[in-house]
């Protein structure tokens, strides 16, 4: 092995981007501390976006103190299924999907009765799964549907909502990919957990292969389907959206998460001020090589 | 809402690290150059803690324990020794040139415990001999008694007599030969065997094989055989841990002083560093009272004193540091806590080049060199073992307190609560079964051990305990180093006797700080695409 080729290997001829350099040269620079509130808490967050026409997931009700937290049950008339999540989680803890049949409760891991969801969302009151252990706000969120095109990369038995992951540099959108939750992630989208990563060309909205943990697949490793050559519905209004983000909460250096639903189209589901790394992976391109 | 881009200030992060190198050499230079100061002065000696542990059973009628004290001597210095007597009556006395201590009672009933510590230093003496020295020399009167016979070195004793004969002992020209001869006999004509009993010199010379009692009370028996005045020393072979064995070797009065000589482990005309006198003579280490259902076990701990010499030497000088520590003693803050807190700053980096140039992940960021810190007092092996065996409870508790479905504090104050029941029966457990190192479980930091259990526990929900193991393996590793780090004892010499090093460990921090490289993880991480073309 020669010396020029040692060189061609290294990380930053790839253009890649390791932790140190993203917090010093990205995350620090670019990122106020006095501006994270506007993303840490979830519901603030979405009032800020919905407010410059943003949509988001609709709240269907806020439980902050004894009073809702006595009736929050009404909140949840004629809904058959939620997504409970507190206001200042953080890595996607204390967030439960519920369904509901009459006065049935039914979650991930089977039936719950009505007293253990109200310990959950106290538990969310409390503060047990807030990014500071303070007390905390908890809501409830319509449960979101894949769109049909993202819902054919999905293994029908994995379940869970696929997102697309946008990361922005002020106005600019740099670099994107499609999280798939899989049967190994246990319908989570969350690459650590299992979920796939799909990177996406900006300019066409068209996928372009995949990774899955720290590896490069070509193919699905649940359905066998080609990750590459499928088009993202709405693309340009995922990034008409994604380039406003960045100046309404005041953050230079961004992930944007979106959901494509098939009802209302895309949404925001959460801004992210330490965007992940793994998305070079799945582009099989280093965010150096694009950022400024 | 306006994004602005914040950009660090190069002039500072160039300048400081600079500033501080210049002013901590500028201080060692100013103490080496003007003060005095060396790193012989400062770098601290070998010491070990003695800890004797008396325990026994009164039972109404009267009580006596004595015990042997060590002495100071041109190899040793004994320091800091501090008595515990519960309610005997207590006094320390000499007799025959070695120094006891005795413990009294008229009559007491019920469990009581004695105890006896002391700081010792010792140091390797040799001694010459001078191979003209004839085998006739002038002995003092008050220690001729040392030349006769005793119910344990029969040197009078015909069988003896006639050994001496048959290795030519009378012959001989100088002292010297004579004492060679004696030596390399005990040294290979006797087999040496563990043996726990009194072994008299005759008894070693029929049976051609003894332990270390045995092989002196033979020299000794041959030395005054042949006009050489001799005793028996005892003493202990220091090395960290506890034990009750003690060992035995033996002195010849050689041209007015005494010589040390020890058969069982081969030194001749010296005593090597991690001998301990304590007494000479045939003397019980420990006499007492029979039927009190008594136990003793002694306790080593190897620990770093300053120099005595040193010490005095920089006390003049304004500057000097260890007039600093020395206040603090008088504030009652130990020694011990100070040089943990002095280290602290040099074990971080254990935690800092872990995760920011190799990049592993540990259960919260300095957790490790807390970790760290409760390792000093067990030891690095036993500290391991405990905290593996006290994260596992602490994690069976969660797991329990987990199907309760109980709030978060509550929970966490849960497992505090049994951390600490289970670490103070492991603490009553170690004292009672003899293990001290068990005993100092009770050190450890407990809240950091219970928010490592809570860790432990959310990874392995999350992630499976795979991840969990993994991430109790590497904190761990972390704390390991770190606790090397700390530990270094001249490491921590430099950094007592010269502070300003920590300022150095700053500029350190400073530049790993503003290293935007890649850890080394991520060459790992990115494998895949490092080891294919560039799309």
């Not at chain 1, 709405?234 to 994604?242: P, Q």
């Not at chain 2, 039972?59 to 008595?83: C, I, M, Y």
């Not at chain 2, 009559?107 to 390797?124: A, C, D, E, F, K």
């Not at chain 2, 309760?404 to 049994?418: C, D, E, K, W, Y």
């Amino acid at each position: 092995m020669n010396f020029a080729r040692i060189k061609r290997m290294l990380p930053s001829a790839k253009g890649l981007l390791g932790i140190n350099a993203r917090n010093l040269n990205y995350i620090y620079t670019h990122n106020r501390r006095a501006c994270f509130p506007n993303i840490d808490d979830k519901l603030r967050c979405k009032n800020l976006l919905n407010r410059h026409g943003i949509p988001t997931p609709k709240t269907l009700g806020v439980i902050d103190g004894p009073r809702t937290l006595i009736n929050w049950q009404a909140y949840l008339d004629g809904i058959s299924e939620f997504v409970i999540k507190p206001s200042r989680g953080f890595g996607g803890e204390g967030i439960m999907i519920v369904t509901r049949e009459e006065r049935e409760f039914t979650n991930s891991t089977g039936p719950i009765s009505t007293d253990d969801l109200e310990f959950h969302i106290m538990q969310i009151l409390n503060g047990a799964f807030s990014i500071d252990n303070r007390s905390d706000t908890a809501f409830f969120e319509e449960k979101l549907i894949n769109e049909p095109a993202i819902s054919e990369l999905i293994s029908t038995e994995a379940g869970g909502v696929a997102d697309i992951r946008l990361i922005c540099q002020h106005h600019r959108p740099v670099m994107a990919m499609l999280r798939l939750p899989t049967r190994a992630s246990a319908g989570k989208a969350n690459l650590h957990q299992g979920g796939l990563g799909v990177g996406i060309d900006l300019a066409t909205g068209r996928t372009n292969g995949g990774s899955s943990r720290n590896r490069i697949i070509k193919k699905h490793p649940e359905t066998g389907i080609d990750l590459a050559g499928h088009t993202i519905p709405y693309w340009s209004e995922i990034i008409e959206y994604g380039s406003q983000i960045s100046e309404i909460v005041g953050l230079g250096y961004v992930g944007v998460d979106f959901v494509c639903d098939a009802n209302q189209g895309p949404m925001v589901l959460e801004v992210n001020a330490r965007p992940g790394l793994n998305i070079q992976i799945a582009n099989q391109t280093g965010l150096r090589s694009v950022l400024k | 809402m306006s994004v602005e881009i914040r950009k660090h200030s190069r002039f500072l992060t160039s300048i400081a690290p600079a500033i501080l190198v210049l002013i901590a050499s500028a201080m060692a230079f100013y103490k080496i150059a003007f003060l005095g100061y060396n790193l012989d002065a400062v770098v601290q000696s070998e010491s070990y803690l003695l800890e004797t542990v008396i325990d026994f059973d009164g039972h109404g009628s009267g009580v006596e324990v004595t015990l042997a004290l060590p002495q100071k001597s041109s190899n040793q210095e004994v320091r800091d020794e501090s008595f515990g007597s519960e309610d005997l009556k207590f006094g320390t006395y000499r007799s025959g040139g070695n120094r006891f201590a005795r413990w009294r009672s008229d009559g007491l009933s019920g469990h009581r415990q004695l105890n006896y510590s002391t700081t010792v230093i010792t140091r390797n003496l040799r001694y010459v001999i001078d191979t003209t020295l004839p085998t006739q020399q002038p002995i003092p009167d008050e220690i001729g008694g040392l030349l006769l016979a005793d119910e344990y070195t029969q040197s009078d004793h015909s069988e003896i007599t006639s050994l001496a004969d048959s290795l030519g002992l009378s012959g001989a020209k100088s002292i010297l030969s004579n004492i060679r001869t004696i030596y390399e006999y005990a040294v290979d004509g006797l087999k040496y065997v563990v043996y726990s009993g009194t072994t008299d010199a005759l008894t070693a010379h029929r049976l051609g094989e003894a332990s270390c009692g045995g092989k002196s009370r033979l020299m000794a028996a041959l030395g005054r055989n042949s006009g050489i005045p001799s005793r028996l020393v005892g003493g202990k072979i220091l090395s960290s841990g506890q034990a009750r064995s003690t060992h035995i070797w033996v002195e010849f009065y050689i041209a007015g002083q005494w010589v040390p000589f020890c058969p069982t482990n081969k030194y001749f005309a010296e005593i090597p560093s991690n001998y301990l006198i304590l007494y000479h003579g045939e003397v019980p280490l420990l006499k007492r009272t029979k039927d009190i259902n008594f136990k003793y076990y002694f306790n080593l701990r190897k620990r770093l004193v300053s120099q005595a010499a040193g010490l005095a030497k920089l006390k003049e000088h304004p500057l000097n540091i260890l007039n600093v520590w020395t206040t603090f003693k008088r504030a009652a803050i130990s020694l011990e806590l100070l040089r943990i807190i002095i280290m602290l700053p040099i074990g971080i980096l254990s935690v800092v080049v872990f995760r920011n140039l190799i990049g592993v992940e540990t259960f919260g960021t300095f957790m490790p060199a807390l970790i760290a810190i409760g390792f000093r007092d067990t030891g690095l092996i036993q500290g391991i073992f405990l905290f593996t065996v006290i994260l596992a409870f602490g994690a069976t508790i969660r797991v329990a307190s987990n199907r309760m479905q109980l709030l978060h504090t509550p929970r966490l104050a849960i497992i505090l609560s049994f951390v600490v029941m289970f670490m103070l029966s492991l603490t009553a457990l170690g004292v009672h079964l003899g293990f001290l190192n068990l005993a100092r479980v009770a050190l450890f930091p407990m809240v950091i051990l219970t928010l490592t259990v809570e860790r432990f526990s959310l990874i392995a929900e999350e992630s499976g305990w795979i991840d969990a193991v993994r991430v109790a393996v590497l904190t761990m590793l972390v704390a390991a180093v770190a606790y090397g780090l700390m530990a270094w004892r001249l490491l921590q010499s430099v950094v007592i006797g010269f502070p300003e090093v920590l300022l150095l460990v700053v500029a350190i921090y400073i530049y790993i700080g503003r290293y935007s490289g890649f850890r080394l993880a991520e060459y790992v991480r990115f494998r895949y695409l490092l080891t294919r073309p560039s799309r």
